[in-house]
């Protein structure tokens, strides 16, 4: 994963982007991606870990109706995610996740490996993806961490 955080910061340093990450699933774990590679403080504003509807709600300005009528995990609260965390911070770019990591705590329209991953660059538009991931927790949390960080370097080149 090291290599994969390395281009990421490769492409970000390439476009003088400041990152912002908003995580719900990952618990934080792309901030701590980023943060473990020496130097990284040129490119990482700062991150949000937003695990509980209060937090996306207060941290990042998410609509109680939006959490309401599509739930916390959904494309709608993806985007809000984005458009919140680039409001509270003084970054360039965002990324969003919110999913369900499992093991418990899916349905049969909500499933456990679901997640939607948001990224946004400041002043265009935000586009967020559905994911279906299988396996552990752990691995679901680093399925999406592979697919943000690849999601972040398709974005910049």
């Not at 990152?19 to 403080?41: H, M, N, R, Y």
């Not at 949000?48 to 739930?71: M, P, Q, R």
Request: proline share 2%.
């Amino acid at each position: 994963m090291t290599y994969i955080a390395n281009n990421a910061i490769h492409a970000l340093r390439s476009k003088g982007y400041k990152l912002v990450t908003a995580e719900s699933c990952t618990g934080g774990l792309i901030a701590k991606t980023f943060t473990d590679v020496p130097g990284s403080s040129d490119i990482f504003d700062r991150g949000f870990v937003t695990y509980s509807n209060d937090a996306k709600i207060e941290n990042l300005g998410v609509s109680s109706i939006t959490i309401e009528k599509f739930g916390a995990v959904s494309k709608e609260t993806a985007t809000e995610m984005v458009s919140g965390a680039l409001k509270y911070s003084h970054a360039d770019i965002a990324i969003s996740v919110t999913g369900i990591a499992g093991p418990g705590g899916g349905t049969d329209d909500k499933p456990v490996g679901l997640v939607y991953t948001g990224i946004g660059i400041r002043g265009h538009d935000i586009h967020v993806t559905k994911h279906i991931f299988d396996g552990s927790r752990e691995n679901i949390r680093q399925q999406t961490l592979e697919v943000t960080l690849n999601r972040i370097i398709k974005a910049l080149i």
